[in-house]
């Protein structure tokens, strides 16, 4: 595949725009510069048409082939994290507290470089949709580009997106089909006792205790209620006393709490049995549970055939591709996944720290994989006929 040579060539441009999204992070929805740079540089590239606010401030670019066919997205994300910045690099943030720490400023820089590549060559047959969302990290930014229509009013039929990820040799690849990321939801169960004297228990009913039964038979969930072969993470993370003293037995404790899993009916048979552990754990002792159930993300999952597509692809470019371990972290390409079959690949960021650790730093180098990549999929899934 000729592609790397030509990102080889960009390389410094595409370094350059990535270098300026990370001096200049911005949080969830309010990534207004960002977005303006994106959508300006998809004009001057000869986009067919450029779309912005939709999903608040996402951006999306329209790119015909020289032939008629069919669609895909490809997508990005633009959002950074609320981090103080430790790497001492000459382009660390210029926003103190602000950190592109997830290296979504890599993957707009990416996609951008595609977007580029495909509007200069257009050797394909069909449209590509580049797609930039924000508030990947807790906004649910893809959920509302998906609420404004994304996949309807641009006719995208396949859609597939790219995370960079520490740990994994730089510009190697790795995917999965089927549930890839899981499920982010959290809980919080409060336990409404009778308070009273620390040295007359018998007149109260204890929260505390009860809390503590409610813990542990949490613990069975994944333990004795969910089949072993599929994942699932119950963590109580908090847990308050209404009282402070050491002699008051409280009327109320309040519990926090995760739950992760990669599988929509283990997320439903979690929810379930979290709500029935919790209640009727507290009925035993004489107390009344009241549960909360906060959703997050739903699982992102890989459609089988898709996952095909992109693997032979990546393979195409660096003759491997390995199979990517679970991750139990959420990513709101769910929602996108949700609505069309795609797929999300791994590309590795080499021996870097972790994503969301203040001494992270995108990989310059991998931009060439990622651009290839990004690109390849549409070629590949929109062959010319002539
Ligand atoms: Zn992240
Ligand atoms: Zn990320």
Redesign the pocket.
Known sequence: MPLKNRFAEMLPEITAWRRDFHANPELLFDVHRTADTVADKLREFGCDEVVTGIGRTGVVGIIKGREDGRTIGLRADMDA?PILEATGKPYASQNAGKMHA?GHDGHTSMLLGAAKYLAETRNFAGTAVVIFQPA??GGGGGREMCEDGLMFRFGIEEVYGMHNWPGIPAGKFAIRPGGFFAATDQFEIIIHGRGGHAAKPHETTDPIVTASHVVTALQTIASRSVDPVHQVVVSVTSIESSSKAFNVIPEKVTMKGTFRTLDKDVRHQTEERIKAVATQSAAALGAVAEVKIHHGYPVMVNADENTVYAADVARSLTGQCDEAPLIMGGEDFAYMLEERPGAYILVGNGDSAP??HPEYDFNDEIIPAGCSWFVGMVEARLPLRA
Request: glycine share 0%.
């Open positions: 994290l997830c990947e990290e994503v969301h």
